[in-house]
């Protein structure tokens, strides 16, 4: 079983969850997997599938693909279980060519019931690893700032990444790979319904916004993703690089603290 299939059916298991939704059919699925199978106490849905549907990629210069105006997935009824189903979906997705070279798909982690989700580009090297996301040099510092400056712990916030396999040399995801990956961050973020959304990255902001301006003109301002609040900012390997940025944006950070207050 994937490690972070694993992980989140413990803590479903021992957040009272016994029965998971049977993950979605897109029209004309063509592959279907084995979903993941249920830890003890956890009885999965009959005959459940995780599907993944043939996979076409956009034109990359589609207008609005990302557009906060499509329409959004539905909120779940039990944001966890839906979690869980997009890990168990992710796990097995083969809708790219990145899941060609990965050791371990990386959905995601952290608290169904999060205020906050960050979302950054893709994996690196130590998270198609371990399977778990921002656990590298940028994830420390992520962690640093999540634990010195918010004074929060990983488990309070959700950590999700734009893919959700590594890019080969952690070069910058291309547009069919980014494609493939949005109904899963979509779908996450409609399960969690955060008060605000901290994009980590040109990548994330991009594709959060449908805006290709660089990060400098984004940040110190709120944006909007289908009704959600999101703040933008730099990558923390953006930061190992340029420790100069870490002030502004600590300002960043300052504000997404502000709108989870008030959310």
């Known amino acids: 079983m994937d490690p972070s299939v694993e992980r989140l059916l413990r803590s479903l298991q021992a957040a009272g969850v016994r029965r998971l939704p049977a993950p979605r059919r897109a029209p004309g699925a063509s592959r279907p997997a084995e979903a993941a199978r249920a830890a003890p106490g956890v009885e999965p849905p ?5 599907t993944t549907p043939a996979y076409r990629a956009p034109a990359a210069s589609t207008p609005g693909l990302f557009s906060s105006a499509r329409a959004a997935p539905p909120r779940p009824s039990d944001p966890a279980a839906e979690l869980l189903a997009v890990a168990a979906e992710v796990a097995a997705c083969r809708r790219c060519k990145l899941c060609e ?33 921002f656990v590298g040099r940028a994830g420390q510092l992520l962690d640093d700032i999540l634990v010195k400056g918010m004074k929060l712990a990983r488990q309070d916030v ?17 547009p069919d790979e ?13 399960a969690l319904q955060p008060a605000v959304i901290c994009a980590l990255g040109s990548t994330a ?15 110190g301002r709120t944006h909007e993703f289908r009704g959600l609040p999101v703040i933008v900012t730099y990558h923390p390997a953006y930061l190992l690089r340029n420790p100069s940025a870490k002030a502004l944006t600590w300002q960043d950070i300052q504000r997404v603290m502000e709108l989870a207050r008030r959310g």
Do not use: M
Request: proline share 10%.
């Open 178 to 190: 980014v494609a493939a990956c949005a109904g899963y961050l979509d779908r996450q973020i409609a």
């Open 101 to 133: 070279g990965r050791q371990h798909a990386v959905p995601g982690e952290g608290s169904p019931q999060a205020r906050i989700l960050f979302v950054g580009e893709g994996p690196g090297a130590e998270e198609d690893r371990t399977g778990r996301p």
């Open 205 to 219: 902001a991009r594709r959060l916004l449908d805006d290709e301006r660089p990060l400098s003109s984004l940040r």
């Open 158 to 174: 959700y950590i999700a990444n734009v893919v959700k396999c590594r890019p080969p040399g952690n070069r910058v995801p291309e």
């Open 46 to 50: 009959s005959r459940a599938r995780v």
